[in-house]
């Protein structure tokens, strides 16, 4: 538990020993250089500069007596409402500054993305640029990350197809048009974790891995054949599981209750 408190300290621009010092300063009220070295594991060589630096960043006060110096944390949320100030000052500034410039990338190119948050903002932002269709395959266990836009998206009639990989009978989804994959277990051997296609207006594709919570790595592309690939594996599942549907009882006597053996091609 300690380890999710300093790896989100890092990510607001703390290093691995301030963060260490600012947790031992919340946990222990104020200090001395000497003890909050010792409470928080960072080396009296390093601890009066990791010190001073957090106190230039605005995360601890310190105190001057008889030469005595102490130190001790600003509150977490006195810390968060001055992070979201500043950076909402930032990104205003940066949308004036910037306006005239536009991001050329070109998109015949096969680009990375990585990580989840980065790999889903990418997700969302395509399908609310959405015109006309979205073709998606999504599993259970992502697809809280789209489907208030992609409910959205249906609302203002952009045609939307999706693929739901699901063996929970009770999961549904607030949608028109969509069907529930099963062989959950055989698809996720294949690929070595969950994955996410989505695919906009057949003009971009959005296809890659999911390894976890955070880890992630997609590709994102306008390459002609990757959107005819991917936007044809999304409609060959519906095809399937359309008609699955429609034949039930005889595919599932012939092919297994999950239609696994429908893979088994030699």
Request: aromatic share 10%.
């Amino acid at each position: 538990m300690i380890d999710e408190k300093i790896n989100l300290l890092k990510s607001i621009g703390l290093t691995d020993a301030e963060s260490k010092v600012y947790l031992t300063l919340i946990k222990h009220g104020n200090n001395s250089g000497y003890e909050a070295s010792k409470l928080s594991g960072v080396p009296r060589s390093k601890i009066y500069n990791t010190l001073e630096s957090l106190v230039r960043k605005g995360f601890i006060l310190f105190s001057e007596n008889d030469g005595n110096t102490r130190y001790t944390s600003i509150p977490i949320n006195e810390i968060s409402q001055k992070i979201k100030r500043d950076m909402n000052y930032t990104l205003d500034e940066l949308d004036v500054q910037l306006k005239d410039y536009e991001a050329v990338t070109d998109l015949e190119s096969i680009w990375h993305i990585k990580e989840y948050n980065n790999v889903f903002a990418k997700c969302r932002n395509i399908i609310n640029s959405t015109e006309k269709e979205l073709l998606i395959q999504v599993w259970e266990e992502d697809i809280s990350e789209i489907i208030d836009e992609v409910v959205q998206m249906q609302s203002m009639g952009i045609k939307i197809g999706v693929v739901f990989f699901s063996e929970n009978e009770k999961s549904t989804l607030p949608l028109n048009n969509y069907v529930k994959h099963g062989m959950l277990k055989q698809k996720y051997e294949e690929m070595g974790g969950r994955f996410i296609t989505l695919v906009s207006d057949n003009k971009q594709v959005v296809f890659g891995q999911i390894l976890s919570g955070n880890v992630a790595e997609v590709i994102w592309t306008k390459s002609k054949p990757m959107i005819s690939m991917a936007g044809e594996c999304v409609r060959h599942d519906m095809y399937f599981y359309r008609g699955a549907d429609i034949c039930k009882d005889e595919m599932k006597k012939e092919l297994g209750n999950d239609y696994s053996k429908i893979r088994d091609i030699f």
